[in-house]
């Protein structure tokens, strides 16, 4: 909105061309983010605890001490991560990029499945939500709109195409295989977010170090001259969506001082569910499909995690983990919370840091 408002004032008042600029822009949008996540986060804690008296409720299969260290604590902390990161958007970005708009909805319409189901939860005083059918199918649904939408303003071949890390000048042509392909992104990495949020800050911090990682990349992708140096893809408009990472980065910079551990607020559904579905449409519309399994490849191991434990109990009766996903299994081995989280932290810088390698590596 200032960019839209205030840049075409620059032929009168020089100082306002910075307005032009996405690298400012982003910056702007990060602060903006993590100061509405600061302001708001008290009251919002407060308007949550209120409203939902005993908070989350806490699963009697997991481990056993969170009935006692999590008990009362309230859920649905990810409406104060939307709140930041829209109010972010809308302020600093290009409102006349359809690419904005796309992530914008993508995040609030999962937001809002999330949401519902943290109610259902909060409501039911049980830690079953919406039906796991319904709930996928809206996911699908949101999703697949959101596919067929990139794709009709994407230039060709890229429209469809899918493009291959460490390889130049090279595009698949999935045709119509990629809307579902793209969806299949989406719903993934939201769904991935999800199975992580397990500890107290666990999924926030992962998810920042990502959403940096694609302010990088979209703001590579979006430059012509960036992109031909690098030989990565070129898609016009794509850097724009380097400001919606840096409102995202903030909100999610301002959430984890209330989430750190012990953790003031769990982001629910609401959150999770949301910051995945950002990242994988992110990944989409920058053609960094394949990248989004290095960089949030915390989040893969999480997910492979439970696909192992359940397939293995299914055709075996055995168990390969003490409990899935992944993090649990290690509290069940004794490790102290902080101690887990720290270290899944570790992993996802690394790994942030390898995908980002491969812009170099072609």
Known sequence: MLYNILYPLAEHISALNIFQYITFRTGGAMLFALIVSFLAGPSVIRMLRRRQGKGQPIRTDGPERHLLTKQGTPTMGGFLILLAVTIGTLFWADLTNQYVWIILLVTVGFGLVGFLDDLLKVMRRHHGGMPGRLKLLIEIALAVGAAFWVVSITDTPLARGLALPFVKDVVINLGWFFIPFAAFV???ASNAVNLTDGLDGL??????IAAACYAIIA??????????YLQIHHVPGSGELSVFCGALVGACL?????????????MGDTGSLSGGAALGTIAVITKHELILVVIGGLFVLETISVIVQVASFRLTGKRVFRMAPLHHHY????????????????????????GLSSLKLR
């Open 186 to 188: 989406m719903v993934g």
């Open 203 to 208: 999924a926030i911090f992962p998810i920042m």
């Open 219 to 228: 703001y590579l992708v979006g430059n012509a001259v960036f992109a031909d």
């Open 254 to 266: 301002g959430f984890l001082w209330f989430n750190a551990p012990p953790a003031m607020v769990f």
């Open 331 to 354: 509290e069940k081995k004794g490790l102290a919370e902080p101690t887990i989280v720290i270290r899944f932290w570790i992993v996802a810088v690394i790994l942030g840091l390898i």
